[in-house]
């Protein structure tokens, strides 16, 4: 039943839009359990408190969901060939933010997955998540066979690079397994040698109090001024380590239209993010991720940007 089962789930997911799928067993993530309290423990989370919650449970998925024999993972391509400006009037946002969030479109279409698990075996139950609760996504995506993890922590996939997000379903059955694939980056260092704040540590260990992605997204504070005059205009995370990635020769343009950039987030002005009202932020950016940085961190950002480029001049 493993096997025809396990066959039914990949060719669904498939046909849903999900552009790799991979089965792990569901175990303790012990190494990575024991490296996360040592990345936690060097205040590399910066004010990220919540990631020191429940930190057993983020290593082990029983404790999560208690029956989870599988985990189900899935990873969604989301590249889209626009370029980024270089106009110093022009303010950055990650491509993963240029279209809907992903965290609506990923989850609707894993309920889609886990209803048709259930039509299939009545009696199965399971539990998804979208780069919420204590999932290591990452992790799992790794141990799925769905990539490796790059030296800039991010899992690359050898036909989609790493533009990719990453989702999972919890599942109380037992199925054929993937094994993980051959870490592929070899001796490169672009990722790290590119790094303006150089944040990246040593291999897959970023320092999130200079991670410009971290920065202008989760940190809710002053940024740091010796920092900023490195942004490269960078208002809403930051692309630099995935743009330089040798891997990236073999991105696909994404075959999901809710993806696909608003005209508005390519090309933003500076002064207009850096002036934008509340009711102006709530209306443009409805149904996307920088809702995560809200209007003050936005403007934060712009303003921070702004300046940090007047006073080089």
Not at 52 to 80: G, H, I, T, W
Not at 243 to 269: G, H, M, S
Request: aromatic share 10%.
């Amino acid at each position: 039943m493993e096997s025809s089962f396990t066959n039914l789930i990949k060719s669904q997911a498939i046909e849903l839009g999900f552009s790799k799928v991979g089965i792990a067993r569901a175990e303790s993530l012990t190494e990575e359990g024991v490296r996360l309290r040592e990345w936690l423990a060097k205040g590399y989370h910066g004010t990220m408190q919540w990631m020191e919650r429940e930190m057993e449970k983020r290593a082990d998925p029983c404790l999560v969901f208690p029956q989870a024999k599988s985990v189900v993972c899935v990873a969604m391509n989301y590249y889209s060939p626009e370029q980024h400006s270089d106009n110093p009037e022009i303010g950055k946002i990650s491509r993963y933010a240029w279209g809907d969030d992903y965290h609506m479109i990923m989850t609707e279409r894993l309920e889609e997955l886990l209803s048709f698990i259930k039509s299939e075996i009545p009696e199965v139950t399971g539990k998804l998540y979208v780069d919420t609760g204590p999932m290591m996504d990452k992790i799992w995506a790794v141990r799925s066979g769905i990539g490796w993890m790059g030296k800039h922590a991010n899992v690359i996939t050898r036909e989609y690079s790493s533009w990719v997000f990453l989702g999972e379903i919890l599942l109380d059955v037992e199925l054929d397994y993937n094994e993980p694939i051959t870490d592929l980056c070899g001796t490169c260092t672009a990722c790290i040698d590119a790094c303006p704040t150089k944040a990246i540590i040593q291999p897959s260990v970023v320092d999130s109090n200079k991670c410009i992605s971290y920065l202008t997204i989760e940190h809710r504070d002053a940024l740091p001024k010796n920092l900023l005059s490195k942004f490269h205009q960078w208002v809403y995370g930051c692309d630099i380590c995935q743009d330089v990635c040798p891997w990236n020769r073999f991105q696909k343009e994404t075959k999901e239209l809710a993806f696909y950039p608003r005209q508005e987030n390519i090309a933003p002005k500076l002064t207009e993010l850096a002036e934008m009202s509340q009711e102006e932020f709530s209306q443009r950016f409805r149904r996307s991720s920088i809702k995560r940085t809200k209007r003050i961190g936005l403007v934060r950002n712009a303003k921070g940007v702004l300046e940090s480029g007047e006073s080089s001049r």
